[in-house]
């Protein structure tokens, strides 16, 4: 503050010179062009306070937004351990599929368990916007593909239809809305046609919920 009030009287002196000493006109205009220009340095020492406390505020609430506390070992290894169990058996059952050309490792899989074994209560973990959710924005991508066929079209479409169909049915779960394209997009699921509904999607998500149960449990009676 001190160097910008130095500033604004090196800025206000700076007029002096272009005074002359024996000039009534310009002794008489002395007063109004120190007068401007120290409204001008007020100026612009208010907006450099103003910003420096807005960034000051955003940096206040980026803090507030950080975790308070360490989570202790037990919210750490057993979701962790449950999901990697998830994951280990529907890549066993790829195994056991293979033949078929059918596969539960999807990528949306992935996102659902990191939505049910790390943020449980969370509104994406609910049963309801889940399964609804998964069913039907599968269907939407199978219509879509039928409709439109492979493109850019179809993906646009069948994303927009599921957003809308989770907002209205009150089931909003993200990892659905990957369904339709990754239907679209994968040439080994258009065999299943509607029964794409059920599977992958449906299906893995009915084995990560019984894991999520057991994962809870443990959560709640063995914490270390």
């Given at each position: 503050m001190a160097i910008q009030v130095r500033a604004m009287s090196f800025h206000c002196l700076s007029f002096l010179p272009r005074i002359k000493k024996n000039s009534k006109e310009n002794a008489a205009a002395l007063p109004t062009l120190l007068y401007i220009s120290s409204r001008r340095t007020i100026r612009s020492l208010v907006r450099s306070s103003t910003d420096s406390s807005s960034s000051s505020g955003?940096?206040?609430?980026f803090l507030k937004q950080l975790p308070t506390a360490i989570p202790c070992l037990s919210d750490v290894l057993w979701p962790s351990a449950g999901a990697f169990v998830a994951m280990a058996i529907l890549g066993r059952l790829d195994q056991l599929w293979a033949h078929?050309?059918?596969s539960f490792t999807i990528a949306p899989i992935g996102a659902v368990c990191a939505v049910l074994f790390a943020a449980p209560k969370?509104?994406?973990?609910?049963k309801y916007n889940m399964f609804v959710a998964q069913i039907g924005c599968a269907a939407i991508g199978v219509l879509a593909l039928s409709i439109f066929g492979p493109g850019w079209l179809a993906r646009a479409t069948a994303l927009a239809a599921s957003i809308a169909f989770m907002t209205v049915t009150g089931?909003?779960?993200p990892p659905a809305a990957s369904l339709p394209i990754l239907f679209i997009d994968g040439a080994k699921f258009h065999h299943l046609n509607l029964w794409y509904a059920l599977f992958p999607g449906a299906t893995g998500c009915l084995l990560i919920c019984l894991i999520q149960e057991v994962v809870t449990?443990?959560?709640?009676?063995?914490?270390?």
């Open positions: 955003r940096w206040e609430e078929r050309g059918l969370s509104p994406a973990a609910q089931s909003i779960h449990f443990l959560k709640s009676n063995y914490r270390f």
